[in-house]
């Protein structure tokens, strides 16, 4: 118990990777953070890109600018050429103390700029500033990227992913599904039973539609009013899938006298697929989506109606 409490708590730390050919520099940097932060160490650029690589819990780079067959300034660059990891903090720390050296380093994204021979205790102030900085940041792009009433992701987080996940299923050969769903007779819900009650019902929802969602591409979120979106990467059978949400829903028992398919809150979905190896442009697979979802409340709501995309035109029924 004591080992896996340790295990938590160092990954709960912000990850620091400490770049430097020096080892006695490594260590000093090390012992000094030792505490503030989970450390990694490596003694050139290329290991440390491909640290970087590796650990995407890496948010801060302390990075020596003279190292054997890459310079740190390349390091930055690299790392900053790169969406995937243009958003790591770099600090530079160098026997380089001529000001064009501070200013180019600047240029090119470095967050600060620290001299050699260290200062122990300054240093240690100037990096903690910088770590509460940065989860500071994620804080904030952390409830940007939440809806305020449910607590799931919102539509721009959802758009945000959208795109990534369909070339991720492409390039691994992946079937891909998407879901969206509609509460129903929800205007009538708020008219009877008023805001507040609206507002409870859709986190409840919420709540029911993000348990389907719990692999780490699979996203829920709400997609604006009382419409939610489901995407799903390599699923063998969507349609069982969103049936057992449509009944999940269902089993949450909230009253809906306005309902005209049934006593309590239900819910329609419309459910496309994109079959594995196919490729598909993501606004052509969220209007599949949306395609469906209509036909599932033409043909009276509380029920799923799904169709696999072709990747040349239309979609077929998968029942």
């Given at each position: 118990m004591m080992a896996q409490s340790k295990v938590m708590g160092e990954l709960a730390l912000p990850t620091v990777l400490i770049v430097d050919d020096d080892r006695v520099s490594r260590t000093v940097l090390a012992e000094l953070l030792q505490g503030e932060c989970r450390i990694l160490m490596a003694k050139d650029g290329l290991s440390a890109l491909q640290r970087v690589r590796d650990d995407p819990s890496i948010c801060l780079l302390l990075l020596d600018i003279s190292m054997p067959g890459m310079s740190g300034y390349e390091v930055l660059q690299m790392l900053y050429a790169n969406p995937r990891t243009a958003h790591i903090g770099v600090v530079i720390i160098s026997g380089q103390v001529q000001e064009a050296h501070e200013e180019k380093g600047l240029l090119l994204g470095a967050i600060d700029y620290i001299f050699k021979p260290i200062r122990p205790a300054i240093v240690?102030?100037?990096?903690?500033?910088?770590?509460?900085?940065?989860?500071?940041?994620?804080?904030?792009?952390?409830?940007a990227s939440r809806d305020g009433l449910t607590g799931i992701a919102n539509r721009r987080s959802f758009d945000e992913s959208l795109a990534l996940v369909c070339q991720l299923a492409a390039r691994r050969q992946?079937?891909?599904?998407?879901?969206?769903?509609?509460?129903?007779?929800?205007?009538?819900?708020?008219?009877?039973?008023?805001?507040?009650?609206?507002?409870?019902?859709?986190?409840?929802?919420?709540?029911?539609?993000?348990?389907?969602?719990?692999?780490?591409?699979?996203?829920?979120?709400?997609?604006?009013?009382?419409?939610?979106?489901?995407?799903?990467?390599?699923?063998?059978?969507?349609?069982?899938?969103?049936?057992?949400?449509?009944?999940?829903?269902?089993?949450?028992?909230?009253?809906?006298?306005?309902?005209?398919?049934?006593?309590?809150?239900?819910?329609?979905?419309?459910?496309?697929?994109?079959?594995?190896?196919?490729?598909?442009?993501?606004?052509?697979?969220?209007?599949?989506?949306?395609?469906?979802?209509?036909?599932?409340?033409?043909?009276?709501?509380?029920?799923?109606?799904?169709?696999?995309?072709?990747?040349?035109?239309?979609?077929?029924?998968?029942?």
């Open positions: 240690r102030v100037r990096i903690r500033n910088h770590l509460r900085m940065i989860a500071q940041r994620k804080e904030l792009e952390r409830l992946e079937a891909l599904g998407l879901a969206m769903v509609d509460v129903d007779y929800f205007k009538q819900y708020n008219d009877l039973y008023g805001h507040p009650a609206g507002d409870d019902a859709l986190r409840r929802i919420a709540q029911v539609v993000a348990g389907f969602a719990r692999r780490p591409y699979d996203i829920a979120a709400r997609y604006g009013g009382e419409e939610f979106v489901l995407l799903l990467p390599s699923v063998p059978d969507l349609e069982i899938l969103m049936e057992r949400l449509r009944t999940d829903v269902l089993a949450l028992a909230l009253p809906h006298a306005g309902s005209d398919v049934g006593k309590v809150v239900s819910i329609s979905i419309g459910a496309a697929q994109v079959e594995a190896g196919n490729r598909i442009k993501p606004e052509r697979l969220l209007e599949e989506a949306d395609t469906l979802l209509y036909k599932a409340k033409q043909r009276g709501r509380n029920c799923v109606v799904s169709g696999t995309v072709l990747t040349d035109s239309g979609y077929g029924p998968l029942s």
